[in-house]
């Protein structure tokens, strides 16, 4: 699997607008055969900060996305969009996607 997170700081302008500004970019991304998960977070800290974390099955699966339309299209409005140019970790993980934690289990449930 391939697991991507992205921190996007977004002008304060926009930062309300952010989600559903990127929303048709979200959803053709989670529409991808080889797409396994596409979350968007903001931080507690900073109302301006979204941070992107993505799954796909394989490096074609991320090769793939990167060369869509809608990737070409989200990045370019997102350029617009953004303070900084966002930082980024990408690494290939084993297995196909989310773990259980074993530290933490629901009690009286």
Do not use: C, Y
């Amino acid at each position: 699997m391939i697991f991507i997170v992205v921190k996007f700081t977004v002008r304060p302008d926009r930062a309300e607008q952010w989600l559903s500004l990127v929303d048709d970019f979200t959803q053709a991304t989670r529409r991808e055969p080889g797409n396994l998960f596409f979350d968007w977070a903001r931080s507690v800290e900073d109302p301006n900060v979204f941070v992107l974390t993505e799954g796909f099955a394989s490096q074609e699966a991320g090769v793939e996305h990167v060369q869509s339309e809608h990737f070409k299209a989200g990045t370019e409005l997102m350029s617009e969009l953004v303070t900084t140019t966002p930082d980024i970790i990408n690494v290939e993980a084993p297995g196909d996607g989310w773990s259980k934690m074993g530290e933490v289990t629901p009690k009286g449930v």
